[in-house]
T-cell receptor
Framework: ETGVTQSPTHLIKTRGQQVTLRCSSQSGHNTVSWYQQALGQGPQFIFQYYREEENGRGNFPPRFSGLQFPNYSSELNVNALELDDSALYLC????????????FGPGTRLTVL | TQLLEQSPQFLSIQEGENLTVYCNSSSVFSSLQWYRQEPGEGPVLLVTVVTGGEVKKLKRLTFQFGDARKDSSLHITAAQPGDTGLYLCAGARTGGTSYGKLTFGQGTILTVHP
């Protein structure tokens, strides 16, 4: 059984640029959530996708957007990058039933210069 | 606003010692999860607790969910250097705009010295 995978592993961008991060959910999981983790802090919820629609959003501006595809994989897009967007971006997938258990990928480390 | 407060933030102990990490909130959670995260990697799920008062054991790790489902603790017996890492608690609530969202504590960095 393949776990959650994310790409790329690392990314360096400059202020104002746009970035797309990708996530493949664990086999059998139909829900994908995205989190931002700044250095030394716990992850912060960005949004969740279920059945290709956004199903809950945290306190992040509209320049953070996402997509989910029919195979349950997902993308996180960030426009007009700011220095504070530098963080580890984590994707987590959840099975159809359960207690909202979420299984995380290794993350994408984004650095904005 | 930090809905989940973890303590202590840092813990440095010798191999063989016992330790407890606490996770407290004023909010009720439908479930609470504990994760362990190593540098540069994603959090790895250790356990999910659902019922108030529930106790779960995973080898030398004991997890407890408070009766009111507002707090939790993680106790490690006879810590080993391999236990070193960032321990995170995360609460989930059902219904409304909270559904699907995990609220994380700020984490406890544990270092176990040989």
């Amino acid at each position: 059984e393949t776990g959650v995978t994310q790409s790329p592993t690392h990314l360096i961008k400059t202020r104002g640029q746009q970035v797309t991060l990708r996530c493949s959910s664990q086999s059998g999981h139909n829900t994908v959530s995205w989190y931002q983790q700044a250095l030394g802090q716990g992850p912060q919820f960005i949004f969740q996708y279920y059945r290709e629609e956004e199903n809950g959003r945290g306190n992040f501006p509209p320049r953070f957007s996402g997509l989910q595809f029919p195979n349950y994989s997902s993308e996180l897009n960030v426009n007009a990058l700011e220095l504070d967007d530098s963080a580890l971006y984590l994707c987590a997938s959840s099975p159809p039933q359960g207690y909202n258990e979420q299984f995380f990928g290794p993350g994408t480390r984004l650095t904005v210069l | 606003t930090q809905l989940l407060e973890q303590s202590p933030q840092f813990l440095s102990i010798q191999e063989g010692e016992n330790l407890t990490v606490y996770c407290n909130s004023s909010s009720v959670f439908s479930s609470l999860q504990w994760y362990r995260q190593e540098p540069g990697e994603g959090p790895v799920l250790l356990v999910t607790v659902v019922t108030g008062g529930e106790v779960k054991k995973l080898k030398r790790l004991t997890f407890q969910f408070g009766d009111a489902r507002k707090d939790s603790s993680l106790h490690i017996t006879a810590a080993q250097p391999g236990d070193t890492g960032l321990y995170l608690c995360a609460g989930a609530r059902t219904g409304g705009t909270s559904y699907g969202k995990l609220t994380f504590g700020q984490g406890t960095i544990l270092t176990v010295h040989p």
